[in-house]
């Protein structure tokens, strides 16, 4: 029996946004229906912003900014309501992971993992208020008795995440903008709005000024008026390379800031020392986490000619082992896509993949035996060229291509010819050889023996996978415009006491 978690979805203003520290009713009726991809029923309706709704958004935390109480609160301030913001967070953990299957087809299992750390990167912002250097005295060279380099917040800063890890994608760019001193829009993706709209009411419980924190659902077309407005600083984005490539180009007009956390096609390097085997359950239980819907899965499997045959059967094997269904069927190792329209492209990769003559090992279909809901059987193809489609574009679902080289230094080059430098991960017992492989990949994380991400160090990528990093110091100094300020004498009165001299 499948306990599945359904009904009303837990959120008290589905139909309105939260602006200016209130709900407030949207400037049309128009709506976004939202899907639940296990089932393809109605899931939850909102509503769908306009250029008014946005208008009044940006305004608001302008207005926020400019003349609101909170870039002048003190750091320390400022850390008590990430803290209250953590705190809520946990008390809606049950609702986070109710809304994330629902959504986006996640394991409830999974969801409700994740969902138990959401307030983490809020409380660990809030202990760097302590330690960071906000303000910093230097000895000059210019004449100066008095140098000090301040950082200050960059101003207004748009948010805009994606589908696939909404209440992880936000927490990464809210908090540290928050510390900061920041005022923020969030845009919530059309597919997936329900922990944005949680979120929102979390903010409001934990009694942040008003236009501090302000969130609302669009559609595309609305959100490039976002990216257009001039009132927005800077915009902080996760998504796919070909929209950040077009949010670049329209900030670079005005000189506006940007993060981005973009594509990835995560190269998975095996070395001659490490079991086939143990590698296969590893890579395949990375790839069928979200249904392969996550940025740096690894799905170039790149190894050696001689063992080419034994890894595809090994990835074989492993795929064909899971179990696919509902996501709130505490049996399902993976559930579905996320939506008709990515299915549909998964689809189309794998027939492109077939149609190019690679060796289909596993999967490639939809699960026998299930009539509804946007599910694709884990994929594996072998003998791929490294200049094909299904090996350069970026497919986001579970599914491997496995690539043969001649020897290591091949391997080596075979993994930096991609357009994408997110993620990846070399297999081997030997920490060394490890280690000096992963000083070689350009990539913005690499992994030993998996794939591994640490956020509390930085997130990020090369190349065409993104700009700036995300999580840790890294993700605090984003938010930030460093100043320099030189005096004829200290002054009596500081923002905050300095960090002891550095030598200039």
Request: negative net charge; charged residues 20%.
């Amino acid at each position: 029996m499948v306990e599945r978690v359904f009904g009303d979805p837990p959120l008290t203003h589905p139909l309105h946004f939260f602006i200016d520290g209130e709900w407030t009713a949207p400037s049309s009726d128009a709506t976004l229906d939202v899907i639940a991809p296990a089932t393809e029923q109605l899931y939850v309706r909102v509503a769908q912003a306009q250029r008014e709704d946005i208008d009044r958004a940006v305004s608001a935390a302008r207005e926020a900014f400019d003349r609101g109480p909170w870039p002048h609160l003190s750091h320390d301030e400022r850390s008590a309501y990430l803290r209250a913001i953590a705190a809520g967070l946990d008390e809606r953990s049950r609702d986070i992971s109710t809304i994330w299957p629902n959504e986006m087809g996640i394991l409830h299992s999974m969801a409700q993992s994740f969902a138990g750390g959401a307030g983490r990167m809020y409380r660990s912002y809030a202990d760097l208020a302590a330690t960071f250097a906000f303000e910093e005295e230097h000895t000059t060279t210019a004449g100066a008795p008095v140098g000090l380099l301040t950082r200050e917040p960059v101003g207004v800063v748009a948010i805009i995440v994606p589908w696939n890890g909404p209440i992880m994608s936000i927490a990464v760019k809210l908090a540290p903008a928050l510390l900061a001193g920041c005022t923020v829009i969030i845009k919530a993706s059309p597919e997936a709005p329900g922990h944005a709209l949680l979120l929102a009411e979390v903010v409001e419980a934990a009694g942040l000024p008003k236009g501090v924190v302000n969130v609302i659902t669009a559609e595309r077309d609305v959100s490039e008026l976002l990216v257009k407005h001039p009132g927005i600083d800077k915009v902080a984005f996760t998504g796919s390379t070909a929209a950040g490539k077009k949010i670049a180009g329209i900030l670079a007009g005005r000189m506006a800031r940007y993060t981005m956390e973009l594509g990835g096609k995560s190269a998975a390097i095996i070395l001659d020392d490490y079991d086939c085997e143990a590698a296969a359950q590893t890579i395949v239980a990375n790839v069928i986490r979200m249904t392969g819907q996550m940025c740096a899965a690894l799905t170039r499997i790149i190894i050696t000619g001689g063992r080419h045959d034994r890894m595809l059967e090994a990835l074989a094997t492993a795929c064909e082992s899971v179990r696919v269904g509902d996501p709130f069927d505490a049996t399902s190792q993976m559930g579905p896509l996320a939506s008709r329209r990515q299915r549909e492209r998964v689809e189309t990769y794998i027939a492109r993949a077939r149609e190019d003559g690679f060796t289909l090992a596993a999967g490639g279909h939809r699960p026998q035996g299930i009539d509804r809901g946007f599910y694709i059987r884990p994929t594996v193809f072998g003998n791929v060229r490294n200049d094909s489609v299904i090996a350069r574009e970026e497919v986001f679902g579970p599914v491997l291509s496995v690539i043969s080289t001649r020897d290591e230094s091949e391997s080596i080059v075979i993994a930096n010819e991609s357009d994408y430098g997110l993620a990846g991960a070399v297999f081997t017992n030997d920490v060394d050889r490890a280690y000096a492989i992963a000083r070689k990949i350009r990539t913005g994380t690499m992994g030993h023996n998996g794939l591994t991400a640490d956020f509390g160090i930085a997130f990020g990528g090369f190349k065409s996978s993104g700009v700036g990093r995300e999580g840790g110091l890294e993700g605090l100094l984003s938010f930030l415009e460093s100043k320099t300020i030189l005096l004829q004498q200290m002054p009596s009165h500081r923002y905050r006491d300095a960090v002891p001299a550095f030598e200039s």
